[in-house]
Antibody, heavy 117, light 113 residues
């Protein structure tokens, strides 16, 4: 059964880089049938798409974050990664990784990241 | 950029009564492949969103038939025929037709009276 689990520091200082990993189990991240994505949700607010990646390396990013975000995949570890540079308090959010077929049909439980000094 | 607009943003419904949520997109979601890339999610408190409906009107396996999605082009609706306590949460529509990526509506919070 497919499971996704986000992990990473829960606290990041302003201007530093947020780094998260999504461990995928129960399915290969190499599957040609799916993209893999990151979505975030600030406390008490709605969902914001960050970006998505195809196993071959093709990536798509939210234009509002494009200059600061990198999504990558480590197929040997079956992991998806997210890096967001120069963070501010506005980047405080729950960060979800998800599998995308036509849409996001499987989600991790999320990782809460707080940006604060 | 495509914008997804949901109305209302909050809804308070008596158990057993129907509920309806509207989602309007700033551009048509009908793709040249004939498919319409509109989806509905429910996010319950403390949980990630769960997919309810894909392709406008197709319920995911296990989703009760009290949930009905409809619409075309730019106007879409999610209806719940008889609201129950377990339906409480925030409902989101989402489009995935347009690159560079996906867009969610603002969300509609459903509460029980």
């Amino acid at each position: 059964q497919l499971q996704l689990q986000e992990s990473g520091p829960g606290l990041v200082k302003p201007s530093e880089t947020l780094s998260l990993t999504c461990n995928v189990s129960g399915a290969s991240i190499n599957s040609s049938n799916y993209y893999w994505g990151w979505i975030r949700q600030p406390p008490g607010k709605g969902l914001e798409w960050i970006g998505s990646l195809y196993y071959s390396g093709n990536t798509y990013y939210n234009p509002s974050l494009q200059n600061r975000v990198t999504i990558s995949v480590d197929t040997s570890k079956n992991q998806l990664s997210l890096k967001l540079t120069s963070v501010t308090a506005a980047d405080t959010a729950m960060y979800y990784c998800a599998r995308r077929g036509g849409t996001y049909d499987r989600w991790g439980q999320g990782a809460l990241v707080t940006v604060s000094s | 950029d495509i914008v997804m607009t949901q109305t209302p943003l909050s809804l308070s419904v008596t158990p057993g009564q129907p509920a309806s949520i509207s989602c309007k997109s700033s551009q048509s979601l009908l793709h040249s492949d004939g498919k319409t890339y509109l989806y509905w999610y429910l996010q319950k408190s403390g949980q990630p969103p769960q997919l309810l409906i894909y392709g406008v009107s197709n319920r995911l396996s296990g989703v009760p038939d009290k949930f009905t999605g409809s619409g075309s082009g730019t106007d879409f609706t999610l209806k719940i025929s008889r609201v129950e306590a377990e339906d409480v949460g925030v409902y989101y529509c989402m489009q995935s037709k347009f690159l560079p990526g996906d867009t969610f509506g603002q969300g509609t919070k459903l509460e029980i009276k």
